[in-house]
């Protein structure tokens, strides 16, 4: 039973528009989200991440937006471009003093801008 | 940001022999690391927490004597996948997070791809 889910598998989108990907939850444990850039044959990169307590979070061409009540979070990436192309996870997390709990991954979805 | 190194970014083995991969954070020390393997297409799967000082905490389905964790010190934890075969062919993730900093991201290392033939 998948914990995270990423329904769309890949996305195609031009140059300069919005990307926009989602994530659904089902754990209501979860209190912490992330997500991850990952090319071929490298580690995941963080992008940005939101606590429980905030529907949004902002960092230059990327937002996260967090619906708690729907169990579903959304990264916004305007303007695309084509550097951005990449498989992106979504990740979830709950909260321990020591933060050292695992994340648990979506599967991931391959965006890829066409310029 | 923290750092964590993961060492050999690729290996070929022959079936039957053992392969370590070792993971370090640089400038942190991880009282937990954690082991993800990720297959084609598919997501990233938690396979143990690698706790230092004591044994490592297994998922479901992951066999322990295969894939064996040794968390000798706070910056280094070792995954050793033993008498490999082709199906433990995939790409092996090791990440961290920083305790000093509570709640915050983790950090991956650069991955192994490991090829048994």
């Known amino acids: 039973d998948q914990q995270v889910k990423q329904n769309s598998p890949s996305l195609s989108v031009q140059e300069g528009r919005i990307s926009i990907l989602n994530c659904d939850y089902t754990?209501?444990?979860?209190?912490?989200f992330l997500w991850y850039k990952k090319y071929p044959a490298e580690g995941p990169t963080f992008l940005i991440s939101?606590?429980?307590?905030?529907d949004k979070n902002e960092d230059g061409r990327f937002t996260v937006f967090l619906n708690k009540s729907a169990k579903h979070l959304s990264l916004h990436i305007v303007p695309s471009q084509p550097g951005d192309s990449a498989v992106y996870f979504c990740?979830?997390?709950?909260?321990?003093?020591?933060?050292?709990?695992?994340?648990?991954f979506g599967k991931g979805t391959r965006l890829s801008v066409i310029a | 940001g923290a750092v964590v190194s993961q060492h050999p970014s690729r290996v070929i083995c022959k079936s039957g022999t053992s392969v370590k991969i070792e993971c370090r954070s640089l400038?942190?020390?991880?009282?937990?690391m954690f082991w993800y393997r990720q297959f084609p297409k598919k997501s990233l799967m938690l396979m143990a927490t690698?706790?230092?000082?004591?044994?490592?905490?297994?998922e479901q389905g992951v066999e322990k004597d295969k894939f064996l964790i040794n968390h000798a010190s706070l910056t280094l934890s070792t995954l050793t996948v033993t008498s490999a075969h082709p199906e433990d062919s995939s790409f092996y993730i090791c990440?961290?997070?920083?305790?000093?900093?509570?709640?915050?991201?983790?950090?991956f290392g650069q991955g192994t791809r490991l090829t048994v033939v």
């Open positions: 990740a979830a997390s709950d909260f321990t003093v020591s933060g050292n709990t695992p994340l648990v």
């Open positions: 400038d942190f020390q991880a009282t937990t």
């Open positions: 990440s961290a997070r920083d305790p000093g900093q509570g709640l915050t991201e983790a950090f």
């Open positions: 939101i606590s429980s307590i905030k």
């Open positions: 754990n209501s444990m979860f209190d912490y």
């Open positions: 690698s706790n230092e000082g004591s044994k490592a905490t297994y």
